[in-house]
């Protein structure tokens, strides 16, 4: 019997032999990576439908095109599920990633020029909460605040000191790198009493606030922006929650005021990932990360390694690698060979460039996903160790073995 060729490889063999190569590399590795993770084949499939040929714009039973009759009921389905799974009293589901979901805050409460307080990049902040190169720091008066230098934790009394003196109208919490629980009442009292709008990002824990292994920001913030992938392990969107009152400047601001027509295809892929983290085995799973990244933070506490606020609540750990003498870079090229995908990144008040800094920030998602329990965890710091060091010395022969290593483990946890 002959099997035909597929579609893809019949029409574009290049890009097909790189699709094959790239899931041959997600099998091998061990994806550290904490913004990274896998879909179910479910989303996959979701993702790739014939959805993606049908154009949208506007909101269900307000479009600009005809054709609608599956797409309104699949928006509402999502953003409906989106309600129910974070208890939210509305939802749109339709910003293209997290950053324009980010943006549409500020076209819906911010005037050019107004000020908005986030957390410093460099301590663990997004570009979009204010940072320079962002248009949210160019076309906004951004203040920020920071970690303390002896706990890496934030400071609340110094987000209030700010708050108080600045006046901010939007007040952003949550970030890129923060190992810890963010107490978002203590921040809804700040904004309270500067009369701020307070916006949680909870890009990098939504799943985890879904799976009920970290607090959850919506009875105390006035908006949560995420995206969908992630520890949700969902597909590349973005979601706005938000309470009653702010659904229409918050609509209005992704569509016109941002984009066209959302991506329908990924709008499936939404609802399905949502349905499948409203499930008891998303909360194993969602407790089974935190689990992981604590044992794994033990691992390399126990061989030295110094850690950002000394461990982590969740599923983010961010080494700080000066005391190894070895780059935040040096050391993600390294593992990278050694079959462990981590990023290179900076940590607070870290003397090195961005593009070249002190730290190296993992998570444990996607490996817990792959089905690596507590037990395993000790063995990829080892590998870790194994790798740092030899990055240090350029012995290349020691990152092939751990290559090998690590590949052996992975293949007995298949990808879903």
């Not at 974070?86 to 979901?101: D, T």
């Not at 870790?384 to 483990?409: F, M, P, S, Y």
Request: hydrophobic content about 45%; some cysteine; charged content about 20%.
């Amino acid at each position: 019997m002959t099997v035909a060729p597929s579609p893809l490889a019949g029409t574009d063999p290049e890009v097909a032999a790189l699709l094959s190569a790239e899931e041959d590399r997600q099998r091998r590795v061990a994806r550290l990576i904490p913004s990274e993770n896998y879909v179910s084949p479910a989303v996959l499939a979701a993702t790739g439908s014939v959805f993606t040929n049908k154009y949208s714009e506007g909101y269900p039973g307000r479009r600009y095109y005809e054709g609608q009759q599956n797409v309104d009921p699949l928006e509402t389905l999502a953003a409906g599920r989106a309600r129910a799974l974070f208890g939210a009293e509305h939802a749109n589901v339709q910003p293209y990633s997290g950053s324009p979901a980010n943006l549409a805050v500020y076209l819906a409460f911010l005037q050019p020029g107004e000020t908005v307080l986030g957390m410093s990049l460099p301590m663990g902040g997004h570009l979009t909460h204010g940072w320079d190169v962002s248009a949210t720091g160019r076309w906004f008066r951004p203040v920020r605040y920071g970690v303390r230098r002896d706990t890496g934790r934030i400071d609340l009394d110094e987000v209030r000191s700010v708050a108080l003196a600045e006046r901010p109208k939007v007040i952003f919490c949550g970030g890129t790198a923060v190992p810890r629980t963010i107490d978002f009442a203590g921040f809804a009292a700040i904004a309270a009493e500067v009369g701020a709008v307070l916006v949680a990002d909870i890009a990098h824990i939504a799943g985890l606030v879904a799976g009920g292994a970290h607090p959850s920001p919506v009875p105390h913030a006035d908006v949560v922006t995420t995206t969908t992938h992630k520890t949700l392990r969902g597909p590349r969107g973005a979601m706005i929650l938000s309470r009653s009152e702010h659904a229409k400047a918050l609509d209005r601001a992704v569509f016109p005021g941002l984009q066209g027509g959302p991506h329908n295809a990924t709008t499936a892929a939404i609802a399905v990932a949502l349905t499948e983290a409203a499930r008891p085995s998303f909360r194993d799973y969602a407790h089974a990360v935190v689990a992981n990244a604590a044992a794994l933070a033990d691992g390399l506490l126990a061989r030295g390694y110094d850690l950002v606020s000394g461990g982590t609540d969740n599923h983010l750990i961010l080494l700080d690698l000066t005391s190894r003498g070895v780059s935040g870079k040096v050391a993600a090229q390294a593992l990278d060979r050694a079959g462990i995908e981590t990023n290179y990144n900076t940590v607070p008040y870290d003397p090195r460039t961005p593009f070249d800094p002190s730290g190296l920030r993992i998570g444990t998602p996607a490996v817990t996903t792959r089905g690596l329990g507590v037990a395993d965890m000790d063995l990829l710091a080892g590998w870790i160790d194994r790798a740092v060091a030899a990055a240090g010395t350029g012995d290349a022969a020691t990152l092939d073995h751990v290559a090998k290593e690590v590949a052996d483990l992975m293949a007995e946890h298949p990808v879903p």
